[in-house]
């Protein structure tokens, strides 16, 4: 995965990110800086937490060590240990309803499990489709829309794929509104790459998913298959591509 899609992804999941913006000094000239937009500086960060990585001060240290070192009983093996008691438990008493955390809200902690894959041309929309199986199919489709169109066949990219959950772990948070965070910033990353318009949905997921982070979509298609074959639909295709040309 290249370092500004990671970045991209920790961005849109609030984690903050300690790289540098601009070349250090007395340092060679660096071939790529990371960018990332709306990201929080370290004034905004401590200004939310004050004591979000602060680095203690190493006076203090030492002299709390040596008033702990000084304060330290000496073990004498002789002496008894003292004996430690408890306050009385009473089997009948009631929970307090303090003592019992909060439920959380289920319907924003599951984790949603899809996949989509982006395929980007030198047509200025964006390829979504949610079937790993006509990937390739789509791609030759998309070369025959450009040779149509443009008498030749142009570039067509790779499939960038998107999948969720993004880790396969449960330490991070990986719930439904991460998910559409993180999908908003892929895309976000695949217009301004491609300069692109709109997207052509193929496929049930990817309508959906794409519709939840408010992206206009210029055309549907519910399979590849459909798309290829339905004259209705590739005149559809058709006449929504050449107002974008």
């Known amino acids: 995965m290249l370092e500004q899609t990671r970045l991209d992804y920790l961005q849109a999941m609030g984690v903050a990110q300690w790289m ?7 340092a060679p000239e660096p071939r790529w800086l990371a960018t990332a937009a709306n990201q929080n500086t370290q004034a905004q960060v401590e200004a939310q937490d004050p004591d979000a990585h602060a680095i203690p001060d190493i006076e203090d240290l030492l002299n709390e060590q040596s008033q702990t070192t ?23 008493e009631p929970v307090r ?13 599951i984790t949603p499990n899809f996949q989509l894959f982006f395929v980007s041309s030198s047509l200025p929309v964006v390829w979504v489709c949610d079937n790993v199986e006509e990937v390739e199919m789509l791609q030759r489709f998309i070369h025959s829309v450009q040779k149509g169109m443009f008498g030749r066949s142009d570039f067509v990219a790779q499939a960038f794929e998107f999948r969720w959950p993004f880790l396969q772990t449960n ?8 998910a559409l965070q993180a999908l908003k910033a892929h895309w976000l990353f695949m217009q301004q790459s491609n300069n692109a318009k709109g997207v052509i949905a193929v496929g049930p997921q990817s309508q959906q998913w794409l519709q939840q982070i408010e992206v206009k979509q210029i055309q549907q298609a519910p399979t590849v298959t459909e798309l290829m074959h339905n004259a209705a639909l590739k005149r559809q295709l058709w006449q929504s591509l050449l107002p974008l040309l």
Request: glycine share 0%; aromatic share 2%.
């Open 20 to 26: 540098p913006r601009h070349a250090l000094p007395f």
């Open 70 to 92: 000084a304060q330290a009983p000496v073990h004498n093996p002789a002496a008894k240990p003292a004996a430690v008691t408890s306050p009385p438990v009473q089997a009948n």
């Open 97 to 109: 309803a303090a003592a019992i955390a909060p439920a959380l809200d289920p319907a924003r902690n």
């Open 171 to 178: 330490q991070q948070d990986q719930s439904l509104p991460v």
